[in-house]
């Protein structure tokens, strides 16, 4: 099993970024998928949700700026992120929930929104 996030770097407040989670290694198509971020000392934050029948939740803190999506046909996961504060910077890691309890984690991607 492999979670491989990407799209990461330095970008302006008021920017954008898109991050890709490609996996591997598990039916991708029947997963949850979700973007978990931490700041630097702090704890990790649920950012957004897609479910495997299209559901999508967000936290408050990026509703509206973020969209969370898939391609099940190329087994990805994206969150594109618009408008992007400092607050904002933080390691994005993707995490698969599978409806029997088996997850899993990708390695991290470093977002880092600055002037």
């Known amino acids: 099993v492999q979670l491989q996030a990407s799209g990461g770097g330095l970008v302006q407040p008021g920017g954008y970024l898109r991050l890709s989670c490609a996996a591997s290694?598990?039916?991708?198509?029947?997963?949850?998928m979700r973007w978990v971020r931490q700041a630097p000392g702090k704890e990790r934050e649920l950012v957004a949700v897609?479910?495997?029948?299209?559901?999508?939740n967000y936290a408050d803190s990026v509703k509206g700026r973020f969209t969370i999506s898939r391609d099940n046909a190329k087994n990805t996961v994206y969150l594109q992120m618009n408008n992007l504060k400092p607050e904002d910077t933080a390691v994005y890691y993707c995490y698969a929930l599978g409806a029997g309890g088996a997850n899993y984690w990708g390695q991290g991607t470093l977002v880092t929104v600055s002037s």
């Open positions: 897609l479910t495997s029948g299209g559901n999508t």
């Open positions: 290694g598990f039916t991708f198509s029947r997963y949850t």
